[in-house]
């Protein structure tokens, strides 16, 4: 009997032992990714629409490459009508990202699976897949997202990150693909249809190394986002990144948002992102929000949009796997058909607001100068250990500050020598300034990332 039993428990562990091997592991993804939903840009260019910055006219890819915006996201339709916003076609979407490529940035590719928009009150399926069965509605979002990759990557346009579906909490392909049909669970059907998807990144050309995105409206709902991680973790999707949408109208307060993220980054090995998210600079909230005190932090002005921009930035450096926000809507400008917003980062003649540039004056106000080439090398490990090492000597005198995102000194270090190390055990996680400078002039200054 104890022979058995022994064989038994042996059995269990190596059934426990495989289970924990074969877990998917995420892919890393970069830190402080900054980035911007452009989608609407080439139809307000094509329009006459002119972006301006302090009422001279701009690149808009350069504007915001220079206020520290570093990805761009860009929407994709199935068969768009071309109508009220819904332009966003393979052709387009492909010029668009060459213009973002072009720029020096990176980006992001968000599928709708719909010939128009996509999210949690609509995942309308596109009109050339209706009345398909199941097995052959599965097939076409497979083989779909693989050709346009594969298209994508035949024009040195391979994004660097992926979303597979927009907003899709409530599922995707409606209603085939719905979370729910008629009180019962369809997850099942869901998630074979997003493991097509994703699987279609995976066997696209150059595809198998990009991460991917999974796309939830419950930014402010810890319950709502740990529901729908359990869901995918139990049904093994293998994806990299949770990607939240964050509204004031739709998603609670700013400390709804913090405890979201506090759960999700301490129960989760995915990267979590903000990837949706915009603030007012004029006007009132629409009617069908419903909106209390503490969901409005800032006012409805120019500098309550800057400020609410530099609220949630100061959030991404507070847990080690948040890697960043995009922001929604910025771009919008009035040109013909187009309309301008109150959530864009321009004013609807063009103009840009002082919101876009709200990262890159927390970066200037502790670092206000660009790096100087004096070979200089300054790195972290996970030990808590900062490592500042220099080719030469000419470095006579030399100090270093580090500022935490808010601009205040947190360490001060007098340096000796071409090789320093330094315990920065004393530092919380979060993102922070190194400044290196001699008596005369700064040197050097980086961005620090500590977990």
Same mark, same amino acid.
């Given at each position: 009997?104890k022979?058995?039993?022994h ?6 562990l190596? *059934?426990?032992?495989?289970?924990l ?12 990714? *900054?980035?911007?939903?452009?989608s609407m ?20 890819f350069?504007?915001?490459?220079e206020?520290?915006?570093?990805y ?7 068969k ?17 990202a ?8 990176k980006?992001l590719?968000?599928?709708?699976? #719909?010939?128009?928009?996509?999210d949690? #009150? ?16 599965n097939?076409?979002i497979y ?5 346009v990759?594969? &298209? ?5 346009l ?9 907003? *899709? ?23 074979t249809?997003?493991?097509?998807? &994703? ?13 991917v995105m999974l ?13 729908f991680m ?25 400390n709804?948002l ?20 915009s603030y ?9 929000c ?9 006012p409805?002005?120019e ?8 609220? &949630? ?6 847990? $080690?796997?948040?890697k960043?926000?995009?922001?929604w809507?910025?771009e919008?400008i ?9 959530? #864009?980062l ?8 002082k919101?876009?540039?709200?990262? #890159?004056?927390?970066t ?16 972290? %490990? ?11 000597? *000419?470095?006579i005198?030399?100090e ?9 000194l ?9 090789? %320093? ?13 190194i ?5 005369? $002039?700064? &040197?050097y ?7």
């Open positions: 009997m022979l058995y039993k064989i038994f428990f042996c059995i269990l190596l *059934i426990s032992f495989n289970q091997f074969g877990q998917y592991q995420p892919k890393p993804v970069e830190n402080n990714i *900054i980035g911007t939903d452009l840009v080439k139809a307000i260019l094509d329009n006459g629409g002119v972006y301006l910055v302090d009422n001279e006219p701009v690149n808009v350069t504007a915001f490459k206020n520290e915006y570093n761009v996201r860009l929407r994709l339709f199935h768009p009508n071309g109508q009220d916003g819904v332009v966003n076609s393979l052709t387009y979407t492909l010029t668009l060459q213009m973002v490529k072009d720029a020096g940035m980006f590719l968000d599928f709708h699976y #719909s010939d128009t928009w996509a949690p #009150s609509q995942q309308t399926i596109p009109n050339a897949w209706v009345g398909l069965d199941f097995p052959t509605l097939d076409s083989n779909y997202t693989k050709e990759l594969n &298209i994508f990557d035949a024009h040195g391979m994004p660097d990150m992926i979303q597979t579906g927009n907003e *899709i909490n409530h599922g995707i392909l409606w209603p085939t693909g719905g979370t729910w049909i008629d009180d019962k669970s369809n997850y099942n059907n869901f998630t249809l997003l493991k097509s998807a &994703i699987r279609g990144v995976r066997e696209s050309n150059h595809g198998s190394n990009v991460p796309h939830a409206a419950t930014g402010g709902s810890y319950e709502d986002s740990k529901s359990d869901s995918l973790l139990y049904y093994n999707v293998e994806f990299d990144i949770l990607g939240l949408s964050y509204y004031q109208c739709w998603n609670g307060t700013l709804d913090e405890d979201n993220l506090t759960y999700l980054s301490s129960n989760y090995n995915h990267s979590i992102m903000i990837v949706e998210t007012q600079s004029d006007g009132e909230s629409p009617d069908y419903v909106i209390t005190p503490e969901q409005i932090p800032f409805y002005t500098q309550g949009q800057f400020d609410y921009l530099q609220a &949630i930035y100061k959030k991404l450096g507070l847990h $080690n796997n948040i960043g926000m995009f922001y809507g910025g919008y009035y040109a013909g058909d187009v309309g301008g917003s109150y959530s #864009s321009f004013h609807w003649q063009g103009n840009a607001n919101a876009l540039g709200a990262f #890159s004056e927390i200037n106000s502790v670092s206000p100068n660009k790096p100087f080439d004096a070979s200089i090398e300054v790195f972290s %490990n996970r030990n808590k250990q900062l490592f500042i090492n220099t080719e030469d000597n *000419i470095l005198r030399k270093i500050n580090i500022y935490d995102i808010t601009g205040n947190v360490c001060f270090r007098s340096l000796i020598g071409r090789n %320093n190390v330094i315990d920065i055990n004393f530092l919380s996680q979060g993102i922070y300034f400044v290196i400078h001699n008596e005369q $002039n700064l &040197i200054n980086k961005k620090l990332l500590v977990y």
